[in-house]
């Protein structure tokens, strides 16, 4: 389970870390990083101001 | 770097610099890290500030203030404009800031006054001893440094994890984050007040802004509430706003950010720790506008750290004298603002537009924002109700 990151649309905000439940998510400079314990639970996907995230089941 | 200091601050956003200047004013040993390579950029704001609570902290320098504003103007769903000026002492005027140098002018003040300043150092730890928070971990350049701390700061902004690691969980749910984009457009007069769209027919659950920025250019933006964000993005809808209402603006700059807008939290310090600015939530529920907030905390958490060395005590007993007086100034305004957040949450379009046409006549122009809503209380008692106890 995680998430997909569309590079080419990401502002790298970081938004979605603050609202990551589990913690899964670490901005680190431009890109995004997603640890292994993602739930897909679908919160930063749909906060995404761009629409950038897509969940993967 | 060194492998101990009294205080690590970690994020040099207005809240950790100013945490770390004061701190280091009062003759602490202080570092501050930086996990972007820049200070500043990108910008995740629209960069907007009250002069007064500005001033407090900070004199007005030509270097970072983009453009200076004469007031307010809040635009209803229908068209209806309100605006204000604040009072005769010209109290509510405010300015638009380049954050890229001013949070850089900060972090510069908090380095001469003897912080340790490093960029490019990212937290990605707490160390403990017996179980109290005594330093991080931190990377850079790929390699991992131990950095022990009498106190560790969480400046570290919307995507705080120093909070989580500490124990308090600062998780931000949909409805408490206003998600959020903003172009910087030119070849455009935006005039010389800030102006506020509100309603749905802008943005569900946020607003739309126009900030003037200097030589004919504006930071338009919209955010819209997390929890109505998915169907609805606010990219799409600011495109649409843009070439609706500024069809000849072009974009040369593109902002995104997430706005905390969940109000004071439970709890921001912990044995060692102490959490600032947005990763204290501290940004104000009804605006969005955080930078004074975050300086006000930052004066606060510092001048505590500085009275915890002299005690010799880091245990929560004696940093939540920083949580006492955080809530009882800026905390007491965001109380505020969220009961008129989640009123206006309620409100319809065709309701706002009433309440803006209840003011026909009324000369709200030199009002602050506080007077302005008992006049509104007073004119639509029914629709406001539970704001009556707010404003007296």
């Known amino acids: ?57 | 770097m060194k492998s101990r200091y009294d205080v690590v601050v970690v994020g040099a956003g207005p809240a950790g610099s100013i945490t770390a200047q004061t701190c280091a004013e009062g003759g602490m040993d202080v570092l501050l890290i930086e996990k972007r390579q820049e200070i500043g950029d990108p910008v995740r704001c629209a960069e907007g500030v009250g002069k007064d609570a500005l001033i407090k902290h900070i004199q007005p320098d030509t270097r970072w203030i983009a453009a200076e504003v004469k007031g307010s103007r809040i635009i209803a769903p229908d068209g209806t404009r309100i605006l204000m000026s604040g009072d005769a002492a010209m109290k509510d005027v405010g300015y638009t800031l380049e954050r890229k140098v001013f949070d850089r002018v900060l972090a510069q003040r908090a380095a001469m006054a003897g912080a340790e300043v490093m960029v490019k150092t990212r937290a990605t730890g707490l160390l403990r001893n017996n179980g109290r928070v005594a330093g991080i971990k931190a990377m850079y350049m790929g390699d991992v440094h131990e950095i022990k701390a009498d106190i560790v700061i969480g400046a570290d902004g919307v995507e705080s994890k120093i909070g989580r690691w500490g124990g308090i969980d600062t998780t931000l749910k949909p409805h408490e984050i206003e998600a959020c984009v903003q172009f910087l457009i030119s070849n455009f007069d935006p005039g010389e007040y800030s102006e506020f769209y509100l309603g749905e027919k802008y943005s569900p659950g946020g607003y739309a802004w126009i900030f003037p920025k200097g030589g004919r250019s504006a930071n338009v933006g919209i955010g819209v509430l997390g929890s109505k964000s998915g169907n609805i993005r606010a990219i799409s809808l600011l495109s649409k706003f843009i070439e609706t209402y500024i069809p000849q603006g072009r974009i040369v700059e593109i902002v995104v950010g997430g706005v905390p807008v969940t109000g004071p939290i439970k709890q921001t310090v912990t044995d060692g720790l102490m959490l600032v600015g947005d990763a204290a939530r501290q940004s104000d529920p009804l605006t969005g506008g955080g930078i004074t907030n975050a300086m006000d905390a930052g004066k606060m958490a510092g001048e505590v750290c500085i009275k915890a060395r002299e005690k010799g005590d880091f245990s929560v007993r004696s940093l939540k004298e920083y949580e006492d007086k955080w809530r009882s100034t800026i905390g007491k305004e965001m109380s505020k603002s969220l009961q008129v957040k989640n009123l206006l949450l309620k409100l319809t379009d065709e309701q706002l537009n009433q309440l803006a046409h209840s003011l026909d006549g009324v000369d709200v122009s030199k009002m602050e924002l506080g007077k302005l809503l008992t006049v509104l209380i007073k004119k639509n008692p029914r629709l406001l109700w539970g704001l009556r106890t707010l404003f007296k």
């Open chain 1, 1 to 57: 389970m995680s998430v997909n990151v569309n590079r080419y649309k990401c502002g790298y905000c970081g938004a979605c870390v603050g609202v990551c439940p589990v913690g899964a998510l670490e901005l680190v400079e431009t890109w995004l990083e997603i640890e292994n314990t993602c739930t897909s639970c679908g919160i930063c996907a749909k906060i995404c101001p761009v629409g950038a995230l897509l969940v993967v089941k």
